[in-house]
């Protein structure tokens, strides 16, 4: 009885993360990059040309082909603040130990993706559209 409890307490909450992961769900293409004040941040910050984002169990993975054409798995892929956001970090180490690696903050807006890149400040922001 008590398993059933249980099963009954938490389908709501598996409900709303998958529906509100599939709002990330699929393959991009980042059709646009807004240039940040200052440095050029995205001729040296990697970010994704193409990639893909998809469920495995209860959490999401991903993998991606940046400007330098290198591809990798995301390192993180996770939905966070209410499920309306997701936080992206690429493969690989930052340059060195003082420096933050790069976080790129997703959020679904109409048929897109938009995304911040930031570090210990915000970099730029690029743009994506389903494939």
């Known amino acids: ?12 909450f598996f409900l709303e993360h998958a529906s ?11 059709v646009e990059v807004i240039e940040g004040q200052g440095f050029p941040w995205h001729r040296e910050v990697k ?6 984002i998809s469920m495995d169990g209860t959490r999401l993975v991903g993998s991606y ?9 995301f390192a993180l892929a996770e939905v966070v ?3 309306s956001e997701l936080l992206l970090v690429h493969c690989g180490t930052s340059k060195g130990k003082s420096v933050f690696v790069p976080v790129h ?7 897109n993706l938009q ?4 570090t210990d ?11």
């Open 65 to 73: 082909r940046d400007q330098n054409d290198f591809t990798c798995d």
């Open 47 to 52: 970010y994704p040309i193409e990639f893909t």
């Open 81 to 83: 603040n209410n499920h």
């Open 105 to 111: 903050r997703v959020r679904r807006v109409g048929d």
């Open 1 to 12: 009885m008590a398993s059933r409890i249980s099963v009954l307490f938490l389908l709501p």
């Open 115 to 118: 995304a911040i890149v930031v």
């Open 121 to 131: 400040k915000q970099l730029f922001s690029w743009i994506a559209s389903k494939n």
């Open 20 to 30: 509100a992961s599939e709002n990330f769900i699929g393959s991009w293409k980042t």
